[in-house]
């Protein structure tokens, strides 16, 4: 099978906690085959500036218990370089959930393009807001 495309995700949340709410979405998504999470990272960046970067294993706060249900392959690809970058970046009391995610739908697609004898010109990510303007322009 292809890989699919893999996204990397920053999400920020006020404070020093992430809601269990994002854990129960990713865990449905990777329940129904939607995408596969290959790495996630915890980054906090103190009211000092401090930043301090987690891995799941290592995380012992129960207000991470529901992520260890939704890495299916922690590969250790997010690395110090990526970690200095989104901690140089966050705002002082704010963490992170840093994430690889490939979307498994992706590949299947992929797969019947392949096996047809086509291949893929193109492909772009268009952020949602450049969408969300452009349609509300058109309105």
Avoid at 31 to 51: C, E, L, P, S, W
Avoid at 89 to 103: I, Q, R
Avoid at 117 to 137: C, M
Wanted: net charge negative; charged share 25%.
């Amino acid at each position: 099978m292809s890989r699919g495309a893999v996204d990397f995700v920053v999400v920020e949340f006020p404070g020093n906690t992430i809601s269990g709410k994002v854990a129960e979405q990713l865990r449905e998504l990777a329940d129904r085959d939607i995408i596969k999470v290959i790495d996630m990272v915890f980054v906090t960046k103190d009211a000092d500036g401090t930043v301090t970067a987690t891995e799941l294993p290592h995380l012992d706060d129960e207000s991470y218990a529901g992520f260890d249900r939704v890495v299916q392959s922690l590969d250790g690809l997010i690395g110090a370089d990526d970690i200095g970058e989104v901690g140089a970046d966050l705002e002082p009391g704010t963490t992170a959930c840093v994430l690889l995610f490939e979307h498994m739908w992706a590949t299947w697609l992929k797969d019947a393009i392949d096996g047809s004898g086509g291949r893929i010109h193109r492909l772009e990510r268009i952020p949602a807001e450049v969408i969300e303007e452009a349609a509300a322009a058109a309105v």
